[in-house]
């Protein structure tokens, strides 16, 4: 077993109620979990009282980040799939998958007593849920390992918890990493990957794995060099015009007077790229009718000079739940064959991570045609009010970027995890 000296240090001292790895992404947290810490915890407390629990943002996130590595080192007849029942088999014990970005999410072990709980992610976890998993660690020998990436310095875990454990006397071990603890990463991996998040937020958090609070403009790369990612057109490096895999249509819809967006997104195949390739402004009241034949103008356009339209996911409020209803109806009885599903709104810092992500890697590109995304581009402020949300005042033109983000976030985990 070849591990790192932090992982080394890691094995010696996580002999706590709670043990939490914090830092940077591919840092070596939770590969060292998945090699040797959930093994070792679960052989350890067979046949004690409890439930084993792994806990992460969602069920999808859990089999990604952990039960497909455990099942890739172990084999599928020690590492099984989540069942209806939300339990997976996992070294002949029955292991509770729950995910945690609402609170009501693990309830159904609300009153339980937890002898070991793995998180993954837990910074982007609901604050209830661990306060909630923290009262099931009932026994003596019950026991907690997370890992995470931080964010904010006010966040909810930071501020309540692990600030708090010398002054309330909590047996916690925090063990911190950087990107560059991890020895097994090459260099070229590693210069790349601080290149691309350099100048953010990100870089703070994800390389050097501080705790860090977001502040000023939110896309710099893209604010100071603009010319690198606007293009006249949709064409490659060899003068060819792009053939998109898929084109996605994001739609925000405005309240009363306000404005509705239509964002066109051009992805490559193998998810190399993100273009916009167009967009629509609709300024004024608009009936429901007028709306959806301007969205039916938009859709034929960008159909006749890029191709298919493939998806189109639009805002799913109180308000857009009834006008994606009738849109749907109005596409159909016009002959119009998409249809617009509810939008995957994920967590807005996630959303930012993306575009800040692909700009880096110089895989984000916008038609120059595209006016009100480039300024909204150009303008986002971090709220220095509300971390990790974005300036919503009135003075920058935030609902460009939500669609844009509505038609490119439900391909994010696959968009993350390309390299250019």
């Not at 990436?149 to 063990?175: A, C, I, M, R, T």
């Not at 950087?178 to 991996?189: G, Q, R, V």
């Not at 994606?324 to 991570?353: A, H, S, W």
Request: charged residues 30%; proline residues 2%.
């Amino acid at each position: 077993m070849i591990i790192s000296d932090k992982q080394k240090e890691y094995i010696r001292n996580a002999h706590h109620r709670y043990n939490l790895k914090v830092g940077a992404r591919r840092c070596g947290k939770t590969y060292l979990d998945i090699l040797y810490m959930i093994p070792k915890r679960i052989i350890e407390r067979k046949g004690k009282d409890g439930l084993y629990c792994i806990f992460g943002v969602s069920q999808a996130t859990i089999e990604r980040n952990v039960l497909q590595p455990l099942r890739e080192i172990y084999g599928k007849n020690l590492i099984g799939s989540v069942k209806n029942n939300n339990i997976a088999m996992l070294f002949g014990e029955q292991v509770y998958c729950l995910g945690c970005e609402k609170a009501n999410q693990v309830s159904k072990i609300q009153g339980t007593s937890i002898k070991y709980a793995y998180g993954d992610e837990i910074a982007k976890w609901h604050q209830e849920v661990f306060v909630m998993i923290q009262g099931s660690l009932d026994k003596d020998y019950s026991c907690f390992d997370g890992a995470l990436n931080p964010e904010n310095q006010s966040h909810w875990l930071k501020k309540d918890f692990l600030d708090q454990v010398q002054e309330k006397g909590l047996d916690v071990y925090v063990q911190h990493y950087t990107i560059f603890d991890n020895p097994f990463l090459s260099k070229e991996f590693v210069d790349n990957l601080c290149k691309e998040y350099a100048g953010t937020v990100f870089y703070d958090r994800l390389i050097l794995g501080q705790w860090k609070n977001a502040e000023g403009i939110i896309y710099k790369l893209f604010a100071d060099n603009p010319s690198e990612y606007i293009k006249d057109k949709a064409i490659d490096e060899n003068g060819n015009k792009l053939n998109f895999m898929m084109i996605s249509i994001g739609i925000d819809y405005g309240a009363t007077e306000g404005e509705t967006e239509f964002k066109a997104s051009g992805i490559t195949y193998g998810f190399k790229e993100v273009w916009t390739i167009d967009e629509e402004k609709l300024v004024g009241l608009h009936t429901p009718e007028q709306m959806y034949d301007k969205f039916i103008e938009f859709y034929k356009r960008v159909k006749e000079e890029y191709g298919k339209v493939t998806h189109c996911f639009a805002d799913y409020g109180a308000l857009g739940q009834v006008l994606t209803f009738g849109m749907n109806r109005y596409l159909q009885q016009k002959g119009i064959p998409i249809k617009v599903d509810d939008c995957i709104k994920g967590r807005i810092l996630d959303r930012i991570e993306l575009d800040c992500h692909l700009f880096g890697q110089m895989r984000r590109f916008i038609l120059r045609k595209c006016k009100y995304l480039i300024e909204a581009y150009s303008q986002a402020l971090w709220d220095e009010k509300h971390p990790d949300e974005r300036l919503d005042d009135g003075t920058t033109p935030i609902d460009d970027l939500d669609a844009s983000e509505y038609s490119m976030f439900p391909f994010y985990d696959k968009l993350m995890s390309v390299r250019k």
